[in-house]
């Protein structure tokens, strides 16, 4: 199993064992979490080495102008999100964590993902700050005019002409290599782990290009066509996409933060006030402590009297590290964080409530 504790011994015993002596003695916990903590679910990580959409994309499909221009291209790249957050499962640290907050009441998480999969661990709502939002929330494109809101909302397809079902040989009948080709993400997906299959580790997960359809349509070639980078187009209306049901006037939007998007004031505020009092331990779990909002958190820790733990894959982010009041785990936030909270939480299950799975 992919999130077998097999590899927990690569931890430095004398650090775990000064970590597990903190943790024992620590009341205010904050977490601050990244998308490190679900890549061992199997959830790509937004932008990070091998992230399927790359900085350009981004400017197309998570930034209001994005949506602005071709709202259909966006919600085709969220309904790919929302399916592949719906298919991966919670891992052993999303557990481990909902488990600390049950056993800790001073312990609050603060995560930018927007995957779902923390609440579906069952980490108590009141013990979790989702900075980014959630893609199973939706709302209204006109936020202060309507205003409306609806949270849980799973359903899958949201509208016919985002069935993300759809297979590569479908969608591949859209594709016009003079012309826009349609970019379904699915197919994008399809396109990436065709790409990795033909170059192996030469591929790192760029932004599709010309280069990926013309290997796709004849992957006994070599690729060694011109690369341009493609303006993606969704080809979808506005009738397409969900329909507020208040206003009757607008689309809905997904209920995340976008690229020049401000947080929203209510989490900005509750979170600043998680430091007006001494913090004991901070945790940063699978985002890079160089860069906010992680750094700045982590700070506002320290400043509070915390010890601060990064626990990531890669160690080129941990900086700042105070040598003798830190620690520094590397290694799968899944395999590590287990082993870090177990004098608190135990043994953790897996389980998954939504499926109906029993807990191992
Ligand atoms: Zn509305």
């Known amino acids: 199993m992919a999130d077998s504790t097999d590899n927990a011994s690569d931890l430095d015993p004398a650090a775990v064992a000064d970590f597990h002596d903190a943790l024992k003695q620590s009341k205010h916990i904050v977490a601050i979490i990244g998308a490190g903590l679900s890549a061992s679910s199997g959830l790509a990580t937004f932008r990070g080495t091998g992230g399927l959409w790359r900085n350009q994309d981004v400017m197309q499909v998570a930034t209001p102008a994005g949506f602005h221009h071709d709202p259909g291209l966006v919600w085709q790249f969220y309904t790919y999100r929302r399916h592949e957050a719906l298919r991966a499962k919670p891992n052993r640290a999303h557990y481990a964590l909902a488990q600390l907050a049950h056993q800790i009441p001073g312990f609050v998480a603060l995560t930018q993902n927007v995957d779902n999969l923390s609440p579906r661990a069952g980490h108590p709502p009141d013990q979790l700050k989702e900075l980014h939002g959630n893609l199973f929330t939706l709302i209204c494109s006109d936020k202060v005019g309507c205003g409306y809101i609806e949270r849980g909302n799973f359903q899958e397809p949201l509208t016919p002409a985002l069935d993300p079902s759809k297979d590569e040989t479908t969608t591949l ?183 109906g799975e029993d807990c191992e």
């Open 173 to 355: 009948g859209s594709i016009d290599p003079n012309n826009k080709p349609r970019a379904n993400p699915v197919l994008l997906a399809g396109i990436a782990r065709k790409h990795a299959q033909i170059l192996g580790d030469t591929y790192h997960g760029d932004t599709p290009t010309t280069r990926d359809l013309s290997s796709l349509k004849a992957p006994e070639q070599p690729p060694t066509a011109p690369t341009a980078v493609i303006r993606l187009s969704s080809g979808l209306e506005k009738e397409d996409l969900p329909q507020c049901p208040r206003c009757k006037n607008n689309i809905l939007r997904p209920d995340v933060v976008w690229f020049g998007e401000a947080l929203p004031l209510t989490i900005v505020e509750e979170t600043e006030a998680l430091f007006n009092q001494p913090v004991d331990l901070c945790l940063t779990i699978g985002t890079s402590s160089i860069v906010w909002p992680a750094a700045g958190y982590a700070d506002m820790a320290r400043k509070k009297g915390a010890r601060v733990a990064v626990i990531n894959i890669c160690a080129e982010d941990a900086k700042n590290i105070r040598p003798e009041k830190d620690w520094v785990f590397v290694g799968d936030a899944a395999v590590v964080l287990p082993e870090l909270l177990k004098p608190v939480v135990g043994d953790v299950a897996l389980c998954d409530e939504n499926v």
